[in-house]
């Protein structure tokens, strides 16, 4: 029995750090060097997060747009986007592909639209939209009465 417990205390301990240690995966993008903080990009792949686009780049220098933003949400938080296909939000301007990230995210309080039917998904996303999407997706903001009058 006791041998037991120190083959298993030994397996734990090593899973336990094998599991601590972040292990690239073997893809590579054309456009990233390792100034580019080539093994965080990795992970971010690795983990679902983000991934490069239909050319195989991952664009590193590129901005982002509210609609990507709305993907990288929506995997950050591992919705369930697949429920949100034929869902329909109020925003006429959402392309077809990025409809169930928006909706899965506008569904759960973490964006919004510039007007009642505008997502202006094509605009870059700014510093406070992005930092103010992480926030609700916190559990901060949730009503507007908690930030007042001025969002930003």
Do not use: H
């Amino acid at each position: 029995m006791r041998n037991l417990k120190r083959a298993l205390s030994l397996a734990l301990a090593s899973v336990m750090l094998l599991g601590m240690m972040v292990v690239g995966t073997s893809a590579s993008y054309a456009d990233v060097t390792s100034k580019q903080n080539k093994e965080a990009i990795e992970v971010a792949q690795a983990v679902g997060v983000m991934v490069g686009d239909d050319k195989g780049n991952f664009n590193p220098d590129a901005k982002v747009t509210r609609v990507e933003m709305a993907v990288v949400m929506s995997n950050l938080l591992n919705l369930k986007v697949s429920d949100f296909k034929a869902a329909k939000t109020e925003f006429t301007d959402v392309p077809a592909w990025a409809a169930p990230y928006v909706a899965a995210c506008y569904n759960n309080g973490i964006i919004a639209g510039v007007s009642a039917t505008q997502f202006n998904g094509d605009a870059n996303v700014t510093a406070v939209q992005a930092g103010l999407m992480v926030m609700k997706a916190l559990g901060y903001f949730g009503y507007k009465g908690e930030f007042g009058d001025s969002w930003k």
